[in-house]
């Protein structure tokens, strides 16, 4: 992991979660504090947003790639593609997640945990694939 990680991957997605998690070092109400719960924050696929960010860069620098840098076609195109599809499912799971809230839940299990927030998993997953997709596109293209 590089700079370059640190900053267009892991900043933009985890810094408002560590934000968040520094309220709890202030005296808040008890109905404040629960909204400062970082889980209140991404439960719904808000972590989408950010992976709807890195698909979008990363489409840009596979158009763009640094002068010199020769990149196959065939790998730019199923690159491409990929990208397109996981921006499309990251828009998707932004723009559902306001539309269905989920509550947060009392349950002990973890599978039904899991159900009950899958806007939150889905959105977690998509992310990391965006993440993925958007360092390999740069560390090919722009290396």
């Known amino acids: ?3 370059w990680h640190l900053v267009n991957l892991f ?3 985890l810094l408002p979660l560590v934000f968040l998690s520094a309220f709890f070092l202030f005296d808040l ?3 404040e504090k629960a909204r400062a719960n970082p889980l ?12 709807l960010g890195m698909c979008v860069n990363g489409l840009y620098e596979l ?18 593609w990929l990208v397109v599809a996981v921006l499309i499912f990251n828009a998707l799971i932004a723009a559902a ?3 269905f809230p989920t509550k947060k839940c009392g349950f002990t299990g973890c599978l039904k945990t899991l159900r009950h927030y899958r806007m939150l998993l889905a959105s977690a997953i998509l992310a990391i694939a ?5 360092s390999d596109i740069h560390l090919t293209t722009q290396g």
Request: avoid cysteine; aromatic fraction near 10%; charged fraction near 10%.
């Open 1 to 3: 992991m590089n700079d």
């Open 11 to 13: 900043v933009p997605t």
């Open 29 to 31: 109400s008890t109905t």
């Open 40 to 51: 209140v924050a991404i439960k719904d696929g808000q972590l989408s947003w950010a992976g």
């Open 63 to 80: 158009q763009h790639p640094a002068a010199g840098r020769v990149v196959s076609l065939l790998w730019s195109t199923n690159t491409f």
């Open 97 to 99: 997640g306001p539309v």
């Open 130 to 134: 965006a993440g993925w997709l958007y």
